[in-house]
Protein backbone atom coordinates (compact mmCIF):
# COMPACT_ATOMS: atom_id res chain seq x y z
CA UNK A 1 0.00 0.00 0.00
CA UNK A 2 2.72 2.29 0.75
CA UNK A 3 4.93 1.45 -2.35
CA UNK A 4 1.02 2.32 -4.21
CA UNK A 5 1.16 5.83 -3.01
CA UNK A 6 4.79 6.09 -3.23
CA UNK A 7 3.97 5.71 -6.56
CA UNK A 8 1.06 7.87 -6.92
CA UNK A 9 3.11 10.92 -5.42
CA UNK A 10 5.85 10.47 -8.08
CA UNK A 11 3.57 10.73 -10.77
CA UNK A 12 1.64 13.34 -9.64
CA UNK A 13 5.56 14.96 -8.79
CA UNK A 14 6.31 14.39 -12.36
CA UNK A 15 2.97 16.03 -14.10
CA UNK A 16 2.48 18.89 -11.79
CA UNK A 17 6.11 20.13 -11.46
CA UNK A 18 6.59 23.67 -12.15
CA UNK A 19 9.99 24.81 -13.08
CA UNK A 20 11.91 27.80 -12.17
CA UNK A 21 12.62 28.39 -16.18
CA UNK A 22 10.80 27.31 -19.17
CA UNK A 23 14.57 26.81 -20.64
CA UNK A 24 15.42 24.00 -17.82
CA UNK A 25 11.67 23.11 -18.70
CA UNK A 26 12.34 22.43 -22.48
CA UNK A 27 16.18 20.76 -21.84
CA UNK A 28 14.14 18.19 -19.43
CA UNK A 29 11.91 17.47 -21.82
CA UNK A 30 13.92 16.71 -24.42
CA UNK A 31 16.44 14.17 -22.33
CA UNK A 32 13.42 12.70 -21.31
CA UNK A 33 12.11 12.14 -24.55
CA UNK A 34 15.66 9.61 -24.75
CA UNK A 35 15.30 5.92 -24.30
CA UNK A 36 15.49 5.21 -20.62
CA UNK A 37 15.20 8.17 -19.39
CA UNK A 38 12.43 9.73 -17.20
CA UNK A 39 11.49 13.27 -16.20
CA UNK A 40 13.58 12.90 -12.75
CA UNK A 41 16.57 11.57 -14.62
CA UNK A 42 16.22 14.43 -17.40
CA UNK A 43 16.08 16.93 -14.50
CA UNK A 44 19.13 15.33 -12.77
CA UNK A 45 21.12 15.51 -16.06
CA UNK A 46 19.97 19.34 -16.75
CA UNK A 47 20.78 20.31 -13.28
CA UNK A 48 24.22 18.65 -13.72
CA UNK A 49 24.88 20.19 -17.31
CA UNK A 50 23.44 23.68 -15.50
CA UNK A 51 26.99 23.23 -12.55
CA UNK A 52 29.35 22.39 -15.26
CA UNK A 53 31.60 24.87 -17.18
CA UNK A 54 29.84 26.18 -20.11
CA UNK A 55 31.97 25.28 -22.06
CA UNK A 56 30.76 21.32 -21.31
CA UNK A 57 27.60 22.14 -22.10
CA UNK A 58 28.17 24.21 -25.48
CA UNK A 59 30.84 21.10 -26.28
CA UNK A 60 27.97 18.63 -25.58
CA UNK A 61 25.56 20.50 -27.57
CA UNK A 62 27.93 20.68 -30.74
CA UNK A 63 28.84 17.12 -30.74
CA UNK A 64 24.63 15.95 -30.89
CA UNK A 65 24.39 18.29 -33.72
CA UNK A 66 27.35 17.34 -35.70
CA UNK A 67 26.82 13.67 -34.86
CA UNK A 68 22.82 13.68 -36.55
CA UNK A 69 24.45 15.69 -39.33
CA UNK A 70 27.43 14.37 -40.17
CA UNK A 71 26.59 10.78 -39.67
CA UNK A 72 25.05 8.98 -42.69
CA UNK A 73 24.66 5.05 -43.61
CA UNK A 74 27.13 3.08 -45.79
CA UNK A 75 25.62 2.43 -49.12
CA UNK A 76 26.96 -1.06 -49.57
CA UNK A 77 26.33 -2.83 -45.44
CA UNK A 78 23.98 0.53 -44.25
CA UNK A 79 26.32 0.72 -41.13
CA UNK A 80 26.85 4.10 -39.38
CA UNK A 81 29.22 5.95 -41.77
CA UNK A 82 30.75 9.98 -42.32
CA UNK A 83 31.88 8.77 -45.79
CA UNK A 84 29.83 7.00 -48.28
CA UNK A 85 31.09 3.75 -47.51
CA UNK A 86 32.17 3.12 -43.87
CA UNK A 87 35.80 2.87 -42.87
CA UNK A 88 35.05 -1.43 -42.89
CA UNK A 89 33.74 -1.79 -46.51
CA UNK A 90 36.62 0.82 -47.85
CA UNK A 91 39.39 -1.19 -45.90
CA UNK A 92 41.26 -3.59 -48.43
CA UNK A 93 42.54 -5.95 -45.87
CA UNK A 94 38.88 -7.20 -45.38
CA UNK A 95 37.78 -10.71 -47.02
CA UNK A 96 34.92 -9.27 -48.86
CA UNK A 97 33.61 -13.03 -49.77
CA UNK A 98 32.06 -13.18 -46.13
CA UNK A 99 29.59 -11.14 -45.38
CA UNK A 100 28.48 -10.97 -41.96
CA UNK A 101 24.13 -10.30 -41.37
CA UNK A 102 23.52 -8.23 -38.00
CA UNK A 103 20.15 -6.63 -36.49
CA UNK A 104 21.93 -3.50 -36.07
CA UNK A 105 25.24 -1.14 -35.95
CA UNK A 106 25.49 -1.96 -32.21
CA UNK A 107 25.32 -5.83 -33.43
CA UNK A 108 28.93 -4.91 -35.47
CA UNK A 109 30.18 -2.95 -32.95
CA UNK A 110 29.93 -5.88 -30.72
CA UNK A 111 31.22 -8.57 -33.19
CA UNK A 112 34.31 -6.34 -33.68
CA UNK A 113 35.32 -6.43 -30.14
CA UNK A 114 35.82 -9.88 -30.49
CA UNK A 115 38.84 -9.52 -32.77
CA UNK A 116 37.63 -12.66 -34.75
CA UNK A 117 35.83 -11.63 -37.51
CA UNK A 118 37.71 -9.97 -40.48
CA UNK A 119 34.93 -9.92 -43.15
CA UNK A 120 32.35 -7.42 -44.17
CA UNK A 121 29.08 -6.93 -42.45
CA UNK A 122 25.52 -6.42 -43.56
CA UNK A 123 23.08 -4.47 -41.63
CA UNK A 124 19.41 -5.01 -41.51
CA UNK A 125 17.96 -2.63 -39.74
CA UNK A 126 15.74 -4.65 -37.80
CA UNK A 127 14.07 -8.28 -37.61
CA UNK A 128 11.23 -9.13 -39.11
CA UNK A 129 8.36 -8.80 -36.13
CA UNK A 130 4.62 -9.49 -37.37
CA UNK A 131 3.68 -8.25 -33.92
CA UNK A 132 5.15 -5.07 -34.07
CA UNK A 133 4.40 -4.47 -38.23
CA UNK A 134 7.81 -5.23 -39.51
CA UNK A 135 8.19 -7.22 -42.50
CA UNK A 136 10.71 -8.28 -44.93
CA UNK A 137 10.64 -5.40 -47.51
CA UNK A 138 11.31 -2.96 -44.28
CA UNK A 139 14.69 -4.18 -43.74
CA UNK A 140 17.66 -4.46 -45.54
CA UNK A 141 17.01 -8.11 -46.97
CA UNK A 142 16.61 -7.50 -50.76
CA UNK A 143 19.79 -5.45 -51.01
CA UNK A 144 21.46 -8.18 -49.12
CA UNK A 145 20.51 -10.66 -51.80
CA UNK A 146 21.25 -8.59 -54.95
CA UNK A 147 25.08 -8.04 -53.16
CA UNK A 148 25.42 -12.01 -52.88
CA UNK A 149 24.28 -11.96 -56.66
CA UNK A 150 26.37 -9.14 -57.70
CA UNK A 151 29.42 -9.64 -55.87
CA UNK A 152 31.74 -12.59 -54.94
CA UNK A 153 30.46 -13.54 -51.37
CA UNK A 154 31.18 -17.10 -50.80
CA UNK A 155 29.49 -16.92 -47.24
CA UNK A 156 27.19 -15.58 -45.36
CA UNK A 157 26.88 -15.60 -41.66
CA UNK A 158 23.75 -15.14 -40.01
CA UNK A 159 24.65 -13.23 -36.80
CA UNK A 160 20.83 -12.40 -35.68
CA UNK A 161 19.65 -13.09 -31.75
CA UNK A 162 18.86 -16.42 -30.73
CA UNK A 163 14.90 -14.83 -30.51
CA UNK A 164 11.73 -16.06 -31.92
CA UNK A 165 12.34 -13.06 -34.14
CA UNK A 166 15.82 -13.74 -34.98
CA UNK A 167 15.05 -17.16 -35.96
CA UNK A 168 12.01 -16.18 -38.39
CA UNK A 169 14.53 -13.48 -39.87
CA UNK A 170 17.43 -15.85 -40.28
CA UNK A 171 14.92 -18.66 -41.99
CA UNK A 172 13.57 -16.10 -44.59
CA UNK A 173 16.95 -15.56 -45.35
CA UNK A 174 18.06 -18.56 -45.46
CA UNK A 175 14.75 -18.91 -48.55
CA UNK A 176 15.72 -15.97 -50.38
CA UNK A 177 19.35 -17.23 -50.85
CA UNK A 178 18.96 -20.77 -51.35
CA UNK A 179 18.83 -20.83 -55.12
CA UNK A 180 22.31 -18.55 -54.93
CA UNK A 181 25.48 -20.44 -54.65
CA UNK A 182 26.67 -19.43 -51.31
CA UNK A 183 27.53 -21.28 -48.58
CA UNK A 184 25.16 -20.13 -45.31
CA UNK A 185 26.40 -20.47 -41.56
CA UNK A 186 24.68 -19.02 -38.55
CA UNK A 187 26.85 -19.09 -34.95
CA UNK A 188 27.63 -21.79 -33.09
CA UNK A 189 25.10 -22.51 -29.78
CA UNK A 190 27.61 -20.43 -27.81
CA UNK A 191 24.93 -17.52 -28.19
CA UNK A 192 22.33 -18.60 -25.55
CA UNK A 193 18.57 -19.32 -27.30
CA UNK A 194 16.62 -15.83 -26.14
CA UNK A 195 19.90 -13.77 -26.24
CA UNK A 196 20.58 -10.47 -27.98
CA UNK A 197 24.31 -10.26 -29.61
CA UNK A 198 25.04 -6.88 -28.11
CA UNK A 199 24.54 -8.45 -24.23
CA UNK A 200 26.54 -11.43 -25.30
CA UNK A 201 30.27 -11.71 -23.89
CA UNK A 202 32.93 -10.93 -26.24
CA UNK A 203 34.48 -14.36 -25.38
CA UNK A 204 31.21 -16.65 -26.20
CA UNK A 205 30.60 -14.16 -29.26
CA UNK A 206 34.15 -14.91 -30.46
CA UNK A 207 33.81 -18.51 -29.95
CA UNK A 208 30.39 -18.65 -31.72
CA UNK A 209 31.77 -16.95 -34.97
CA UNK A 210 34.88 -19.45 -35.25
CA UNK A 211 32.86 -22.42 -34.39
CA UNK A 212 29.71 -21.10 -36.78
CA UNK A 213 27.88 -24.12 -38.69
CA UNK A 214 25.92 -24.55 -41.41
CA UNK A 215 22.61 -23.29 -41.21
CA UNK A 216 21.20 -26.21 -43.16
CA UNK A 217 21.96 -28.73 -40.33
CA UNK A 218 20.40 -26.88 -37.84
CA UNK A 219 17.43 -26.55 -39.45
CA UNK A 220 17.18 -30.50 -40.42
CA UNK A 221 17.41 -31.32 -36.79
CA UNK A 222 14.54 -28.79 -35.97
CA UNK A 223 12.36 -30.54 -38.94
CA UNK A 224 13.15 -33.99 -37.71
Known sequence: MAFSLS?????????????????????VNQLSRLPGIGRKTALRLALHILRQEER????LGESIVALRKGIRYCVKCHNISEDEK???CSNPLRDASTVC???????????????QFRGLYHVLGGLISPMDGIGPSQLEIDSLVK????????????ALSATMEGE??????YRKLGTLPVKITQLARGVSVGNEIEYTD???LGRSIVNRTLFSESF?????
Open 56 to 59: MGVD
Open 147 to 158: RVEDEKVDEVIL
Open 101 to 115: VVESVKDVLSIENTG
Open 220 to 224: NKDVQ
Open 168 to 173: TTNFYI
Open 7 to 27: LQWNLMWTMEQEYASTLLENA
Open 86 to 88: CPI
Open 202 to 204: EIT
